[in-house]
């Protein structure tokens, strides 16, 4: 089944500490992909996407992605995290293998914690 | 630029009442969409509207309904409420449709119904 899936519910970092939060996606091809995050009671705050082209995306607050079409996954990734990155991440996916439009079909979301 | 703007942000609902929330895109934006969060069905995409026409639907009852106006500004209803209905609606615009676009979100609705 056409699917985004972020295999990770919960994640408990350090500030200071690498971050990886994965993301992969079952479809025929490669949709547009995404990184949302959302701070409690916020909306969702687009951190970067991918169309085509460079595979290592730069996003917004020192976040980047990977696109790895071998492995169908779009990994979101900071070198070192703050404490105010503590936030859920979701994984989306668009374009015509999704629906069409502008519909987004997200993943059910990473909850960061970051440890003081 | 003022962002995407939704109202109201906090309300509650009496089972079988309707509620409307109103959403003001991002100006020169013409695509507004729709999506629900609730804690055990995640986002999930309601509709989308651009140039006043509805371009896509989710897989929701028809209870749901929406619609744009001329200046892009968007409603959506909700009739017949269950308390199923309690979550975040959230709003999202986008300059045109067809993917590939950078979608901006609201900060969202909260509707509780009792």
Same mark, same amino acid.
């Given at each position: 089944? &056409? ?5 990770? =519910?919960? $994640? ?7 971050? *990886?939060?994965? %993301? ?6 490669? @949709? ?7 701070? @409690? ?9 991918? +169309? ?7 996003? =917004? ?5 990977? +696109? ?5 996954? /779009? ?30 079909? /997200?993943? #059910? ?5 970051? *440890?003081? | 630029?003022?962002?995407?703007? &939704?109202?109201?942000?906090?309300? $509650?609902?009496?089972?079988? &009442?309707?509620?409307?929330?109103? %959403?003001?895109? $991002? ?17 999930? +995409?309601?509709?989308?509207? /651009? ?9 929701? @009852? ?5 619609? &744009? /106006? ?9 009739? #017949?409420? !269950? ?7 959230? %709003?999202?615009?986008?300059? !045109?449709?067809?993917?590939?676009? #950078? =979608? ?11």
């Amino acid at each position: 089944a &056409q699917s985004v899936t972020q295999p990770d =519910i919960h $994640i408990t970092v350090s500030e200071g500490a690498s971050l *990886e939060l994965r %993301c992969n996606y079952s479809y025929g091809a490669t @949709p547009y992909l995404f990184w949302y995050v959302q701070s @409690p009671g916020q909306g969702l705050q687009l951190l970067l996407k991918y +169309f085509s082209g460079d595979t290592l995306v730069q996003g =917004i607050k020192g976040f980047e992605a990977e +696109f790895k079409r071998s492995q169908s996954s /779009f990994n979101l990734r900071k070198p070192s995290v703050h404490w105010s990155d503590a936030a859920e991440y979701f994984c989306a996916v668009g374009g015509v293998l999704t629906g069409g439009g502008n519909k987004l079909t /997200f993943g #059910t979301g990473t909850q960061l914690k970051v *440890e003081l | 630029k003022a962002g995407v703007t &939704q109202t109201p942000r906090y309300l $509650i609902k009496t089972r079988g &009442q309707q509620v409307t929330l109103s %959403c003001s895109p $991002i100006s020169g934006h013409r695509s507004v969409s729709w999506y629900q969060q609730t804690p055990g069905q995640g986002l999930q +995409f309601l509709f989308e509207y /651009f140039s006043e026409t509805q371009r896509n639907k989710g897989n929701f @009852p028809g209870r749901f309904s929406g619609r &744009q /106006f001329s200046n892009s500004r968007s409603e959506m209803n909700v009739s #017949t409420l !269950e308390l199923g209905d309690s979550a975040l609606y959230l %709003c999202a615009s986008s300059t !045109e449709t067809g993917g590939g676009n #950078t =979608i901006y979100f609201g900060e969202g609705s909260w509707l509780t119904v009792v």
